[in-house]
Every structure is written in structure tokens, then in C-alpha cells.
């Protein structure tokens, strides 16, 4: 038979909680395992518990109804962190896509400045200066496939890329 809570003042309630509180502790620690949110949950139920003294119809024992709030609270509380994590998880994926979006189209727009500023300067370039840099770094041709191109002694060719690269330093530096 259904009973209102029996719990005529607040030292009764209190000498239950103190009876009772650590093993409903130890109880909430299966679900929840941090002792600190364990101890909130049972806080919690216990406060409903004082709360409803007055409304409340046990069909069960007080203890039973209290093991039962702490297991009800463990779950919303296990389910309020998945959505929480769900949400951080698809914060934190929107936040990584739009980084990755911006730099890339920083650093595309970073490379397309160099590759402008790098053909100025090649043009500044003496004619036989850019041919074979073109061929050296640009179309990746080895000193001897260029000297042979150029009908000229492969020393030749590295001279010309030394000087080449001396070049370019010099115009760099000046940029």
C-alpha cells in the first residue's frame, strides 16, 4: 500500500542522511565513476527526497525510492555528457574545417604573391640566366641534359646557374 514519506522532522531526515549517504555514494560511482558528481547526484536525490516529503507516495521502502532517483539522475547525467561531448566533437570539427579553409587560402594566396614576385624577378634575369634556371628548377633537366640542350660545356652550365642564383639573391635581398 501506497504511503506518504514518513520523515517527521529534520533531524530524522538528517540522521538518514548520514546513515545513508556514503553506500548511495558508492552506488552513484558505478554509473558516474568521479566520487564528486556521485556525491551530487545523491545530494540531489536527497534534497527531492525533503522537497517532496509532504507529496510523496513511496510504494517502496525510502531507501529503495533514493536508489532509484540515484540511478535515474547517473543516467541523465551520463546522457547530458554524450551531448555534451557530441556537440564540443562537432564544434571542434566545424572550428578545424574553417582553420584549415582560412590558411589555405591564406597560404594559397601567400605562394601566388612569391610565384609573382619570383617571375618579376626572373624576368630581370640576363636572357641566358633564365633559360637555364627554367630548365635546371623549373622543368627539372639534370646540368648535363641542359649542357647538351645548349650545346655548351656542362661547366658552363653551372656557371651560369651560379651566377643565376647570385642573381636572384641579390634581387631577393633587395625585395
Known amino acids: 500500500m501506497p504511503q506518504i514519506v514518513n520523515i517527521k522532522s529534520a533531524k530524522e531526515f538528517e540522521q538518514f542522511f548520514k546513515t545513508h549517504f556514503d553506500d548511495m555514494v558508492r552506488y552513484a560511482m558505478k554509473f558516474v565513476y568521479r566520487s564528486d558528481v556521485a556525491s551530487d547526484i545523491v545530494q540531489e536525490a536527497f534534497v527531492k527526497l525533503w522537497e ?3 507529496k510523496l507516495l513511496v510504494t517502496v521502502s525510502i531507501k529503495a ?3 532509484k532517483t540515484i540511478y535515474n539522475l547517473s543516467l ?3 546522457e547530458q555528457l554524450k551531448v555534451h561531448s557530441q556537440h564540443h566533437n562537432s564544434i571542434y570539427t566545424e572550428l578545424m574545417e574553417l582553420e584549415a579553409d582560412y590558411y589555405k587560402e591564406e ?3 601567400l605562394q601566388q604573391e612569391k ?4 617571375r618579376q624577378m626572373l624576368k630581370e634575369l640576363p636572357k641566358g640566366c633564365y633559360e637555364v ?3 635546371s628548377r623549373f622543368q627539372g633537366l639534370k646540368t648535363k641534359e641542359i649542357a647538351n640542350k645548349l650545346d655548351v660545356p656542362v661547366r658552363t652550365v653551372e656557371t651560369r646557374i651560379y651566377r643565376c642564383i647570385s642573381k636572384l639573391k641579390e634581387l631577393v635581398g633587395r625585395a
Open 76 to 78: 541523465n547525467h551520463i
Open 107 to 109: 597560404k594559397s594566396l
Open 65 to 67: 525510492y533514493l536508489y
Open 115 to 118: 610565384i609573382e614576385l619570383l
Open 133 to 135: 634556371i627554367d630548365m
Open 52 to 54: 517532496m516529503r509532504n
